[in-house]
């Protein structure tokens, strides 16, 4: 039930800990002080509340010690806890020597993240846990601030100056990233998404130019499909009692059920795949599942590219990194809250007025970087 | 108090005939009122005029509650959204917060508390009215006639370069609003400086004197500073001159510096005259001298000194030098030991006192609890390592909430319930306004308190939309349930009051049985305040709870009727008796 229901942030920066010690702390404080003086109030209240018959003699008006006590006491309170805060947030303005820089820049609204190697991103950011990062930041208009909350880091981004903020991830997970400095109309609307990846993971990642995984050809997305799918387990290799095996078929002459033939091109194997009782391979039965309108074309067109080259070496086993990458884009669905239902309909309905415009909140993958990237190898 | 007039035939008590005129019914034509230099009629003016603007911004304040329940509003367009929230903050902090107490019950009270007959420039005091009717209709045109959406805090280059609202027209408000706090404040300094009655020395004035002393001082160092500052603005929005925006060659960190110059100042002069109230209230209702008179007159200074060097505090991740944020954080920390004293001396008085809980009271104990939550919150934000988190979220609006209505606006209530015999000659029924009181204390805590979670949890302010972070709902759900609340506990006082101008018993001229030379005049005091300049030659808080209590037991013995709804003419039977 908590776990739809959360009261706090999640802990993901080396930081985490040590302010949310000084915040109970401060809590701790809070809830003693305001017992203390409450329970105060109520029991003077009860036992003084007039025609009661406390004993009223010899009150007190002033008392240098007790009122000593009481200055003396919350200030030393409040110097151990500035002692505290003060250090911590020292540890947060000076960034260690070995923090690798990343440059933000906010503009209305979005935020544009350039990394070291060239890659860039909108509205995200990727970064690997345990390693330190120092964000170099400044904005194109008005002021903006970088607030991720799970990280517990928050700093103005000044026009005509630069800041900076740094933190080593620890958790790896999606959290948020928001704009906290009022900007302007679309102000709630500028921030997105700050994703900590296992530091292999990170490390493909920044690889590739800021894509998930690299980027599959047609053939090795088809093969992957075919799988997924489970084509495999009825088409396999040798004909069998199921199906016909579809290794070497592109291009080849096919016998239908009542001896009519046709050759098997493009047309043929769209229709098979998605509604494969229209032509029956001779000898076979009709066991095959419809899939019309269960995959969309694109994904046909991986499945063509794929069987077009069957039983060839060119479809190889893939790289690892679909499953992340799914983990990734699920990643919150577990701990939704069922008021999320009400955010995601309305977001699905209505993403929406501003979609054409490049301040949405979408997880816009670096298309761009792939560009750089290729350009720079080139030089 | 014992405060002998001149002439004992004089004396202003119960007995004096309800047709003598006052200085309501002096004169009722519409240019006695708008011409008055009367400060208890200026002080009326403000409270018509301020409750208004009150409202104004509690219906903002409504509007944004009920559109936070969704994640992605269902009332307002996001430009509507920023501009009802800035309406919100503009309309309270200027128009309500910085105005109510001192100028409402600080005009009215202040001369009456020190035995003067009028402020020391009462063209000036009627002046600063006009002022801030003038401020009002410039920052209500411009909301009207295209609005203003860069927030109550203004910040540059988004108010100066960038906002396509009337920002000039609002800054020009608040500009010339200012004069009136100024003038306000040059009263307050001087009438205390040159007009106590005889007698009345420094130590013998009421808590609330001090306070408004304090406020005083407060405006007149401060006020100027964010004047000129917004006068910068309207410069760089309307002719570009290169002040703050760094596209023109200015710094827009240096505007933060004036802008919370004035405006961490700006918070005392709301919670100052609060504290002033409180004292009044809690030594008036316990039966008994507020615990360290001098400790809470010197804090109240402290505060106001203090108060002037910790704006850098607003500013924690806003550029401004590490070293900065250190120096400004300690003194913050150091500020808050004044604030904490108050509330132990406050909670001390009630020790052997003689309680009565009638509605004033209750609003003052709500306050207490409260501002010590405001209070201690504040260190939250004023301890560096956990203000980077929480800065700019929720908990911050939850914080200066518990301040600024826990505080200001429960002791505002307060007061005005303890004044109000005072100013309107009628009694308010009593039993309605205790509940109302419990129920304003209710309704603030549903409304504000979910807010310090979900701002824990990282919900920034200003937020129109928060679709992609549904985990903040149940929270903006609560506060606005609770908001409904609030809202129908200022409803309920602003009915009761309205109808007691008519149909309210007439009061007698101390229907609590309080000390204070106010209550030693009529109820409402005659246009002069006094027939007579009393002479003050004792301790204000005069009270003696065992002598009382002793007394309260006779009454009994002599069975006067205890079961009179009505506790203020037990009080006053009391009060004969002796």
Known sequence: MFSNFPATPPQASSFSREHDLIFYALLALTVIFTVMVGIGVIYFVIKYKRGSDADRSRPIYEDARLETAWSVIPLILALIMFYFGTKLFITMRVPPADAQEIFVIGKQWMWHVQHSNGVRENNTLHVPAGKPFKLTMISQDVIHAFYIPAFRAQMHVVPGRYTTMWFTPTQPGKYHLFCSMYCGTQHSEMGGTVVVMEPREWANWIENGGQSQATLTLEQSGERLYKQLACNNCHGAEDNMRAPSLYGIWGKKRTLTGGRSVIADQSYLRESILRPHNKITNGYSNTMPVYDGQINEEDVLKLMAYIKVIGSSVGGPSSSGTDTAAAVLNGTKGTMSPFAANAIQYQNSSMRRVDSTPTTRSGELAVNAIAAQQEAKGN | MSAIPADPNVTADSATPRTETNYLNADWSIKSWLLTGDHKRIGILYLVTVSFFFFLGSIAAGLIR????????????????????????????????????????????????????????????????????????????????????????????????????????????????????????????????????????????????????????????????????????????????????????????????????????????????????????????????????????????????????????????????????????????????????????????????????????????????????????????????????????????????????????????????????????????????????????????????????????????????????????????????????????????????????????????????????????????????FLQIPVVLDEVYDFDPVTEHEQDKAAQALEVPSYLSNEAKSIESEKEKR
């Open chain 2, 66 to 529: 009920y559109e936070l329940t969704a994640p992605a509003g269902f009332i307002l367009e996001s430009e509507t959204y920023n501009k009802v929230f800035s309406a919100h903050g503009i309309i309270m902090v200027f128009l309500f917060l910085i105005v109510a107490i001192p100028a409402i019950l600080g005009n009215f009270l202040l001369p009456l508390m020190i035995g003067a007959r009028d402020m020391a420039f009462p063209r000036l005091n009627l002046l600063s009215w006009y002022l801030f009717m003038i401020g009002g209709a410039c920052i209500m045109g411009g909301m009207i006639n295209g609005g203003v959406d860069s927030g109550w805090t203004f910040y540059v280059p988004y108010s100066s370069m960038y906002a396509n609202s009337n920002v000039t027209m609002v800054l020009t408000g608040i500009f010339i609003a200012g004069f009136s706090s100024i003038t306000t404040g040059i009263n307050f300094i001087v009438t205390t400086h040159k007009m106590r009655a005889p007698g009345m020395t420094w130590f013998r004035l009421p808590l609330m004197v001090w306070a408004l002393y304090a406020t005083g001082v407060v405006i007149i160092l401060g006020t100027p500073v964010v004047a000129v500052t917004l006068l910068c603005i309207i410069f760089e929005r309307v002719f570009h001159l290169p002040i703050f925006s760094a596209e023109l060659g200015g710094d827009p960190v240096l505007f933060q510096h004036l802008f919370w110059f004035y405006s961490h100042p700006a918070v005392y002069i709301m919670i100052l005259p609060a504290f002033g109230v409180q004292s009044e209230l809690i030594a008036n209702f316990a039966r008994k001298r507020v615990f360290g008179y001098h400790l809470i007159a010197f804090s109240t200074l402290a505060i106001a000194g203090l108060g002037f060097l910790v704006w850098g505090h607003h500013m924690f991740i806003s550029s401004e030098s590490m070293y900065q944020g250190v120096v400004f954080s300690l003194i913050s920390f150091l500020v808050a030991i004044p604030s904490a004293i108050k509330v132990f001396n406050w909670t001390a008085t009630l020790y052997k006192g003689n309680i009565r809980l009638q509605t004033p009271m209750i609003y003052a104990l709500g306050f207490i609890g409260l501002f010590t939550i405001g209070g201690l919150t504040g260190l939250f934000l004023g301890c560096l390592g956990t203000d980077v988190h929480l800065t700019n979220t929720y908990f911050i609006v939850a914080h200066f909430h518990y301040v600024m209505v826990g505080g200001a606006v429960t002791a505002f209530l307060g007061g005005l319930h303890y004044w109000w015999p005072k100013m309107t000659g009628r009694l308010y029924p009593e039993s309605i306004a205790k509940w109302n009181a419990v129920l304003v204390f209710i309704g603030f805590n549903l409304t504000f308190f979910p807010q310090f979670i979900v701002g824990f949890m990282g919900m920034p302010r200003r937020y129109h939309y928060y679709y992609f972070a549904p985990e903040f709902q149940p929270y903006h759900i609560m506060s606005t349930l609770g908001s409904t609340v609030l809202a129908l506990s200022f409803i309920i006082p602003g009915l009761y009051l309205t109808r007691s101008l008519t149909k309210g018993a007439k009061a007698s001229a101390n229907p609590w049985g309080a000390h204070g030379l106010e209550w030693e005049t009529s109820s409402p005091p005659p246009t002069s305040n």
